[in-house]
């Protein structure tokens, strides 16, 4: 069966050029078929827009969909099967955010991408990497102080796993790339969330982190590298890896780097913003929440800085608990430093360069999956549109109406 759908009267987002194009779109067994002036398709679903502005559905390239509390070191005493149910729900509220597709950056498997993929439950397309990769101490590391045990049973739900040394993360990074990991994480820097590290230490040795990035290019996979300071940013980045996630507190040299290698940054501006106002209703222990200060509002900066320089940005969230809500205040705090249209690339082409999908998603070209928005004002003129759920009208996620 053909799902035929053919969209009238819309102003298309070229998110390239960053101008409209006046016209209909239209799609069929969930691709883009065609866009131009008057289009016919005599079996399909018709929506008239009016002149509405249609877009590609949005990309979040960091989010954890199984963070149903900021307390994550409470995340494996949880049972499974709880888990799950949450992040059913947290992955239906990001769809109708407009969000059709996330790459999650710890925590999601196998398991909820392929329920999501057979329509089992309703959510974004999900890019996981299963857990991410910690050294003894790091920030994937969420025993307290006075805690050895470790629990390393696949069935506990969390956002990290340790090895350390070379030969244990090539095994790790196997793994996870065995169990169809789309990129591998590593933290190479402290954290807010982790309870015994600093934000300003650097996480695993050169050679380890070598170690990862070889493994994943052998498998045709990349790497995202959890980094704070310009000292961990730098040492990532010279290492080979493709995404620096957050990248709060990065320097000048930092902006070389990333475009010497054609490296991505993914800010997470919102979590900071949210973690600060919400954090320790949502679970977030107090040491942890004292350690946001550190860096708030240096992200900012950064993200001015890297953008000035040139560097390929992508959008990110990070929120934890119930501070997903504020998905889309990401477009809001970037517009300060940023153009509308630069916010939207990074939602949706720069994303979808990042994770190798160009052409398939973020775009509205003929061939592309038919992942769209329609909105009820312009977000060229005002990021507001974007910031703020309400102004989707509709949401298509490969070509079906889910709202
Ligand atoms: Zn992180
Ligand atoms: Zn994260």
Partial sequence: MTNSLLLRNALLLDVTSGEYLEGDLRCADGQIVETGPSLSAPDASVLDLDGAVVMPGLIDGHVHVTALTADLGALPTLSPSYVTAHSARIMGHMLHRGFTTVRDASGADYGLADAQAEGLIQGPRLLFCGRALSQTGGHGDLRGRGMQRHDEHPCCAGLGRIADGVDAVRAATRDELRKGAHHIKVMASGGVAS??????????????????VEEARAANRYVAAHAYTARAVNRALRAGVRSIEHGNLLD????????????????????????KQEGMAHGLPEANWRKVDEVLDAGLTSLERAARGGVKL???????????????????????????????????????ELVGMAGQIGTLEPGAQADLLVL????LTDIGILADPKHISHIVQSGDIVM
């Fill in 252 to 275: 000048d040299h930092s902006v070389e780097l990333f475009v010497e290698q054609g490296a991505y940054l993914v800010p997470t501006l919102v979590t900071y913003w949210a973690l």
């Fill in 195 to 212: 309870p015994t590290d600093r934000i300003d230490s650097t996480q695993y040795s050169d050679e380890e982190l070598r170690a990862v």
């Fill in 376 to 379: 009820d004002g312009d977000p």
């Fill in 314 to 352: 992508v959008y990110g969230t990070d929120l934890l608990g119930g501070m997903h809500k504020h998905q889309n205040q990401e477009f809001r705090l970037r517009a300060q430093v940023q153009d509308p249209i630069d916010v939207i690339r990074a939602a949706t082409s720069n994303a979808a």
